[in-house]
């Protein structure tokens, strides 16, 4: 099990430079409260940003430091699992990624992304995803169970059943059917080449024995033969030249970093469009100015907005021209990809005429030296050599038929691996005991319909006279509970499983929503029924007289000069 137990932060969004901290196991409920802006939801902001490298809400990683002080952005975060302390430091203006067991830093020869990889796959045990159909269910940027496709809800449930190590498994042995085949190909290649040695020393043979019996007029027309054949094969070798040169001028050279440059002045424009559209809501929405206080006259209001519109407008523009060129650069860049495959495809039949060539000049060289020779052929040393051919192409024979078995094999592994084999069978199991705990859930709101998901994860919601619904179906209050009861029951399997066990379960806004009186009190009653080991954390906007009672500890978000911090 994962405990969370503090996270402090500083110059992160609207917090300053002295960090805010949180005790995450003081209490086993906490209100969070605040006004409009105050930065509660800078809490689930720094969670998600110090874990997973990205903020809960849809804002963009270089808006997380602080607009004021502009540097030192920096979340903090200690937690155990097992008897292992870990601390997790990310920050931003300088950038940092750094991971603590014990108080040693952990390796970070490798990259980035990998490091972040380490951390969610060996040490968290869960991605950012699962996270927030774990942990957290947000008013904003939270995507219900529900909502999410097919193939989403697989995954979140194969995480937690823990049995996501069947994908793994899955991609790892198509990696050996991948190495197989490639194999199997290399191993036939390889016979060819034999096949047609062996050809040719039989031939060769042949040749030997004809020459104690006939005149050397047959090995000269036989050497004329070849030469024949390397004459003609020089004709197209030069054709396929020409054609290559053909190709070669007519790529249009399409430059790949010219796309990149242009694509990112595209970037940079939409960005200042963005900061002028920000500029213009400023001036339609304000009256007077928030630092100096003193009234905007609609005149000077006008007259700005009027020159931003202009500057977006010639902006706009530059981005149109930007993307012709676009276009036009992605054009030629895909002709000469294919003109390219096409002097590939020329060039490797050139080598494969040269090789040819090759074989009938070392045959050539072979019957003049013959010529040369003395009649008395070692007869026996030829036949060694045409045996020690066949002997090679029965071992790649007897390779080739082991790897055959192996990719037999690794096809049945594949049918087990798939959504359809094992996991299948896991999930059956598990589908009675997950609706079992899902309906229960809905029956402690006060929700009484018969909720059921189906081995393809689509629901079926039999409500009234046993009437089948959607999801869509119900009003925003019971698409709430269902909600509720989703990530309650996720928690539940999860723990069950131990799969993504930990302390926090976060709710931004639940309540302020479609919940009415009587849902938020069975809400209230689910929360007090939770193990002594879950911390739970509400963010609220209603009236602290009407919740201050319900929760142990109680926490107000307030700004002050443009700083948020805890009152």
């Known amino acids: 099990m994962i405990t969370f137990t ?41 969670i998600s940003f110090v874990l997973f490298g990205k903020p809960y809400r849809n804002i963009n990683i270089p808006q997380l430091a602080n607009s004021i002080n502009q540097k030192d952005c920096r979340v903090e975060i200690e937690f155990t699992v097992g008897a292992a302390n870990y601390k997790i430091v990310r920050g931003l203006a300088p950038k940092v990624f750094e991971i603590y067991k014990d108080g040693n830093l952990l390796n970070q020869d490798s990259k980035s992304k990998d490091y972040q990889k380490m951390l969610e796959e060996q040490i968290l045990k869960m ?11 947000g008013s904003t940027n939270y995507v219900p169970f529900m909502r999410l496709a097919a193939a989403e809800r697989r995954a979140i449930v194969e995480y937690l059943l823990d049995i996501d190590v069947f994908s793994v498994m899955n991609t790892l042995l198509k990696a050996k ?13 390889r016979l060819a080449i034999l096949m047609e040695r062996a050809k040719a020393q039989k031939n060769h043979i042949k040749v030997l024995q004809e020459k104690s019996k006939e005149s050397k007029d047959k090995i ?66 304000n009256t007077e100015c ?38 036009e650069l992605q054009i ?17 039949e050139v080598t494969e005429k040269n090789n040819t060539i090759s074989a009938c000049n070392q ?55 798939k959504d359809t084999g094992i996991k299948s069978k896991i999930i059956k199991h598990y589908l009675p005991i997950m609706n079992k705990v899902i309906n229960g859930y809905l029956g ?77 009190e069975a809400f209230l009653n689910i929360l007090k029924g939770l193990d002594k080991g879950t911390n739970v954390y509400v963010i609220s906007h209603k009236s602290k007289e009407i919740l201050q009672d319900k929760f142990q500890d109680h926490i107000v978000f307030v700004k002050r000069n443009n700083f948020s911090k805890i009152l």
């Open 177 to 189: 059917v991948s190495t197989a085949k490639d194999g199997i190909k290399d191993t036939e290649h």
């Open 220 to 285: 000269l027309a036989e050497i004329q033969t070849n030469q024949n054949t390397i004459g003609d094969l020089q004709k197209e070798i030069q054709a396929l030249s020409e054609a290559i040169d053909n190709l070669s001028n007519e790529a249009s050279g399409g430059d790949a970093d010219e796309l990149g440059k242009v694509s990112y002045q595209v970037s940079n424009l939409n960005e200042q469009i963005a900061k002028i559209n920000k500029e213009i809501a400023y001036y339609e929405k």
């Open 6 to 46: 503090k996270i402090r932060w500083k110059n992160f969004l609207s917090t300053g430079n002295n960090f805010t901290e949180l005790n995450l196991t003081k209490n086993k409920s906490t209100l969070i409260s605040g006004e409009n802006g105050a930065g509660k939801t800078t809490f689930l902001d720094a």
């Open 290 to 327: 928030t630092l100096c206080k003193q009234k905007l006259s609609e005149d000077h209001k006008t007259g700005i907005v009027s020159g931003l519109q202009a500057s977006k407008s010639e902006l706009g523009s530059k981005i149109e021209d930007l993307s012709k060129i676009i276009a």
């Open 332 to 348: 030629e860049i895909e002709k000469d990809r294919k003109t390219g495959k096409q002097i590939l495809a020329l060039e490797k």
């Open 363 to 417: 045959f050539i060289s072979k019957l003049q030296k013959e010529m040369n020779k003395d009649d008395s052929v070692d007869f026996t040393a030829e036949d060694a050599k045409l045996n020690a051919i066949v002997e090679e192409g029965k071992k790649e024979t007897e390779l080739r038929q082991e790897m055959s078995d192996d990719l037999h094999y690794y096809s049945i592994a594949a049918l087990l691996l």
């Open 444 to 520: 402690k709101m006060d929700f009484f319909v018969q909720f059921e998901l189906g081995e393809s994860f689509e629901e079926t919601i039999k409500s009234r006279y046993r009437d089948i619904f959607t999801y869509d179906s119900f009003s925003e209050g019971e698409k709430r509970k269902i909600d509720l009861a989703l990530l309650f029951a996720w928690r539940y399997i999860a723990q069950l499983k131990n799969s993504l066990n930990c302390n926090l379960l976060i709710f931004d806004e639940v309540m302020d929503g479609s919940l009415d009186d009587s849902a938020t």
């Open 127 to 137: 991605n950012h995803k699962s996270f927030c159909q774990v942990v957290i269910l």
